[in-house]
Structure formats: C-alpha cells, structure tokens
C-alpha cells in the first residue's frame, strides 16, 4: 500500500522507514506542504500523512479523495487543520497519534521557564564572549510561586506534576474532569480569571478549538497578574499575537516562552537564516530580551518520534484490517 507523508524531513523518514519493517509498506516522504496545489503528489496513495502545519480543509480533501486516498493519518495528537465535516461527508477516516510522548512537551514547557527565569540564552552567550558579569540575569525562585495550568489532559497533567515539584503552588483550569493526581498533589481548579489574575507562570496546554481561539487575547493579558510569564506549548491560536507586543513593551507581560505561532506555518520547520523574516509581528516578538521562541519543537524527542512513527503505522494497519483506531470525528471540532 501506498503512504506519502507530506512536510517530511530526514528524521521523519528515518523514523517512519524503522517502523515500517514491521508493516512493509510503500513510504514516499515529500519536502512540500500539503495543500491543494500539492495534492496531485498523494495521486494513486491510498493514506497520505499530513503534518501540522499542512492545510487539510475541504478543497484539499476533496482532490485527495478523487486521486484515491481513503485514509488521512495525521502524525500529530493536534488535529485543528484538519477540516473534520468535510471529510466525514466523503467517507474519509482521519486517525492521529493522541499520546506519544505526553513528557517530551510538558518537560520542554518546563525548560522554556527556566531558560526566560534565569536568562539562560543571554548567560551563554555572554559567557561564550567572555562577559562573566550578572547583571540583566536577575531570576526568582520557582518554589512557593503560583503556576497556571491551563488544560489538565495528558500533556498538562505530567506539567502540572513537574512544577508541583518545584514546589509551586499549582491552579488549574480545565472544563473537563478534574485530574486526580493533580488534585491529590494540592492543585486547586479554578476559573480562567482566577488562574489569570493568582499565576506567576501562566502554561497553555488544551488543544486549538473554535471555543479556545485567541483564548489569550488582550483583555485575558491584562487580567494577568503584572509582570507574569506565559508559555505556549499548545498552539499558536490559542493566543493573540498582536496583543502580547503590548503586553510586553509596557511590562504587563514579564516573560514570554513560545513553541508555537499563530502564523507559524511557512516558516517554522524551515531554514529561514538567510531571508529577510516576512512575518512581522514575529520579527518585533524575537527583539524581546524576556522573549524565546523556539520553532514547534516540543514533542521532538527520540522517544516521541519513535512513537509518532510506530502508532501511526499501527493506525494504518487497524484501518486496512478493519478495525480503525484513534480516529477523530467532526464532533470532537466542537
Ligand atoms: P488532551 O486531549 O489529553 O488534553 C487537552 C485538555 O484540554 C483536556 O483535558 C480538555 O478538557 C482541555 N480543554 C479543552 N478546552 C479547554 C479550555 N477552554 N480551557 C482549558 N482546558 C481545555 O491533549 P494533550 O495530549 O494534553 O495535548 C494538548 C495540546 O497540546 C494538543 O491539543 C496540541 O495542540 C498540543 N501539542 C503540542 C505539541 C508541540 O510540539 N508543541 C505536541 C503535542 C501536542
């Protein structure tokens, strides 16, 4: 059988072409986005396997279907640009990864606070010039500060469990069940006010919904307590750009860790050094000294590409035997 992965890279085809000894079948790892002028690559395969940022919405699916595809694999938990409707009406089942390595990008969110808390970009740089001075790399302890999760599912839950011991007092807002190891460590679950006016260190980590677009916008950053950090591991929707350059110059915002973009797609994942950046709003974001912007690399780890590649072949071969798994319906768009 047939497979293209779109959006690869030598480490996806690495991965994939391991996993595959065990299902043997037809990989063709494709450089391109996935879009509908890139369609006419997935002709004659029967599962294409997009990637984050490729656009899967009803034109796109609507060509796939016709060149025979019948199965979409996302190798992704996330599955916001997928256009769930459209491809429920042609008949075409959509499987993802929904846990691979839950730690990998919990532990990255952790990494983003201590790297902005401790200034750890600028210390090894001044170091590596030989500047062994400290001033501008005044931090503040963890311990005994308030940390909001938002999102307590499988990412937010091994989070929340890490900062806890840290010693940080831990709030959460999630509109689901309430997580038992959560609650059992001392969390407290709170409205998103609450969690926004009581936090010190503010983590997103529900997934991009209509209900959570630009959940971050203006008015939520000023309800943040002043000079507070925000990490975004979830997706780049789920905060407004624009408002945090505001936020920022006027000191509302303390500290600002990004994994993801809302305008992410064409430029991360990509070698960019040589152009001019074209995105604005991430240019000024990067001047920021209380900044880092690290490009969608939270789940990259030998342990979740390994997963990513054998659950998604897994996915494949449920699907082919009849008995598909790990699908997503348009409901879950919700
Ligand atoms: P999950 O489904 O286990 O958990 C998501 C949680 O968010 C659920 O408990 C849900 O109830 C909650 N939620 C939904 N709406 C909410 C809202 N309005 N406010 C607060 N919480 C809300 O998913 P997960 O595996 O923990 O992953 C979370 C997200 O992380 C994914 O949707 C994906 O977008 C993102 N992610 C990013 C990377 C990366 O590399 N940066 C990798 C994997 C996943």
Redesign the pocket.
């Known amino acids: 059988m047939r497979m293209i992965l779109f959006s690869s890279r030598q480490y996806d085809s690495d991965t994939f072409t391991e996993a595959n000894a065990a299902h043997g079948y037809e990989l063709h790892f494709q450089e391109s986005h996935l879009d509908a002028d890139t369609t006419v690559l997935a002709q004659g395969c029967e599962v294409v396997c997009p990637f984050v940022n490729d656009h899967v919405d009803a034109a796109v699916l609507e060509r796939l279907h016709a060149g025979g595809t019948r199965l979409i694999a996302l190798r992704?938990?996330?599955f916001?640009h997928v256009d769930l409707a459209a491809a429920e009406r042609l008949g075409i089942p959509i499987v993802r990864v929904?846990?691979y390595s839950?730690h990998a990008?919990a532990e990255h969110a952790v990494g983003l606070i201590l790297a902005l808390n401790r200034r750890l970009p600028r210390a090894v740089a001044r170091t590596r010039e030989g500047d062994f001075s400290l001033h501008g790399l005044l931090g503040f302890d963890l311990h005994g500060k308030t940390v909001g999760v938002?999102?307590?599912?499988?990412?937010?839950r091994v989070f929340g469990r890490i900062m806890a011991g840290f010693g940080m007092r831990v709030l959460a807002?999630?509109?689901?069940t309430p997580a038992d190891d959560l609650l059992a460590l001392g969390a407290r679950y709170v409205p998103?006010d609450t969690l926004l006016a009581e936090s010190d260190v503010v983590s997103l980590?529900?997934?991009?919904?209509p209900?959570?677009y630009h959940?971050i916008d203006g008015a939520a950053l000023a309800k943040m307590k002043r000079g507070a950090m925000l990490v975004n591991?979830?997706?780049g929707g789920l905060v407004e750009a624009n408002a945090l350059i505001g936020a920022l110059k006027d000191g509302q915002l303390g500290n600002l860790g990004l994994?993801?973009y809302e305008e992410e797609g064409g430029i991360f994942f990509e070698d960019h050094s040589n152009l001019p950046l074209q995105d604005d709003v991430l240019a000024r974001l990067l001047m920021f000294p209380n900044v880092i912007v690290t490009a969608?690399?939270?789940?990259f780890t030998r342990e979740a590409m390994n997963e990513i590649a054998q659950t998604t072949l897994g996915n494949v071969a449920a699907w082919q035997a009849g008995t598909p798994r790990n699908a997503v319906r348009a409901a879950d768009q919700a």
């Not at 807002?173 to 689901?176: E, I, L, M, Q, V």
């Not at 980590?205 to 919904?209: A, G, I």
């Open positions: 992704s938990a996330g916001n929904p846990a839950p990008v938002i999102g307590t599912g499988m990412i937010g807002h999630d509109p689901g998103l980590h529900c997934p991009l919904l209900s959570t959940l591991t979830g997706r994994d993801v969608h690399q939270a789940f």
